[in-house]
């Protein structure tokens, strides 16, 4: 299990001030020193957090894969291209979003999802798909020419007790699937220090997404004992 930390926050911390600091450049090398094999980040098309910039030199600074979560538009197609990140998340897009609401609709977009497809694996760019746990959803990126899935796991984290067995199972139902389509298999949003566990033992799954959760525990213990208590979560 591939723990890959998104770092968006800490470009939201240092936003608020419009200022140099926290650097995430500087917090994505933390991470990777404590443990992580990834570096995710999402550069929205207001850039309200993630900028150009900071991919630019992620993309020169740091050893293990970046991940840019992106809407699959032309403007971030260029970003992509012009950036080569080792894999790009496609995810839908609200501009007032405090964060992601739920999986990209693949069926409905799924020619705009076929065409960035297109574009940027040519220069051998991996594609993930951010989706819902659901059958057809997983098919469609399959079909549409995807390398592996994210599963959005957002609707496990705010379960009741009562719905989230039945809502685990449908991850794993998905997970399931797209392995068997021979698509990698990744989940998150929303995961933290209690509830991870059993989405790590899904054995389909083989990549974790993670920022909000570790930046928080970040700001009280630091990153690189939250990142190595993330890690030790995942571990069988």
Same mark, same amino acid.
């Given at each position: 299990?591939?723990?890959?930390?998104?770092?968006? *926050?800490?470009?939201?911390?240092?936003?608020a001030?419009?200022?140099?600091e926290?650097?995430?450049?500087?917090?994505?090398?933390?991470?990777?020193?404590?443990?992580?094999?990834?570096?995710?980040? *999402?550069?929205?098309?207001?850039?309200?957090?993630?900028?150009?910039?900071?991919?630019?030199?992620?993309?020169? &600074?740091?050893?293990?894969?970046?991940?840019?979560?992106?809407?699959?538009?032309?403007?971030?197609?260029?970003?992509?291209?012009?950036?080569?990140?080792?894999?790009? &998340?496609?995810?839908?897009?609200?501009?007032?979003?405090?964060? &992601?609401?739920?999986?990209?609709?693949?069926?409905?977009?799924?020619?705009?999802?076929?065409?960035?497809?297109?574009?940027?694996?040519?220069?051998?760019?991996?594609?993930?798909?951010?989706?819902?746990?659901?059958?057809?959803?997983v098919?469609?990126?399959? &079909?549409?020419?995807?390398?592996?899935?994210?599963?959005?796991?957002?609707?496990?984290?705010?379960?009741?007790?009562?719905?989230?067995?039945?809502?685990?199972?449908r991850?794993?139902?998905?997970?399931?699937?797209?392995?068997?389509?021979?698509?990698?298999?990744?989940?998150?949003?929303?995961?933290?220090?209690?509830?991870?566990?059993?989405?790590?033992?899904?054995?389909?799954?083989?990549?974790?997404?993670?920022?909000?959760?570790?930046?928080?525990?970040?700001?009280?213990?630091?990153?690189?004992?939250a990142?190595?208590?993330?890690?030790?979560?995942?571990?069988?």
């Amino acid at each position: 299990m591939r723990l890959a930390v998104n770092v968006d *926050h800490i470009a939201t911390i240092r936003e608020a001030r419009q200022g140099h600091e926290p650097d995430p450049v500087a917090a994505a090398v933390v991470a990777e020193l404590a443990g992580a094999e990834g570096i995710t980040v *999402h550069l929205r098309g207001d850039r309200r957090h993630i900028k150009e910039r900071d991919i630019e030199i992620l993309r020169r &600074t740091i050893a293990t894969r970046l991940n840019i979560e992106m809407a699959a538009s032309s403007d971030m197609a260029r970003v992509a291209l012009q950036v080569r990140p080792d894999q790009v &998340t496609l995810v839908p897009e609200r501009a007032q979003e405090l964060t &992601t609401e739920g999986g990209l609709d693949v069926m409905l977009n799924a020619n705009a999802v076929k065409d960035f497809i297109g574009l940027v694996h040519e220069p051998g760019i991996r594609v993930s798909l951010f989706v819902d746990a659901d059958l057809d959803q997983v098919r469609a990126a399959k &079909t549409v020419g995807a390398d592996a899935i994210e599963i959005n796991t957002g609707p496990y984290t705010e379960a009741s007790s009562a719905t989230r067995a039945e809502i685990l199972q449908r991850i794993a139902d998905a997970a399931r699937m797209a392995s068997r389509h021979g698509l990698e298999v990744l989940a998150g949003h929303g995961l933290n220090y209690f509830n991870v566990r059993p989405i790590a033992a899904i054995p389909e799954i083989v990549e974790l997404n993670i920022g909000h959760s570790i930046v928080a525990r970040a700001a009280l213990a630091g990153l690189d004992r939250a990142v190595r208590d993330m890690v030790a979560l995942l571990k069988p």
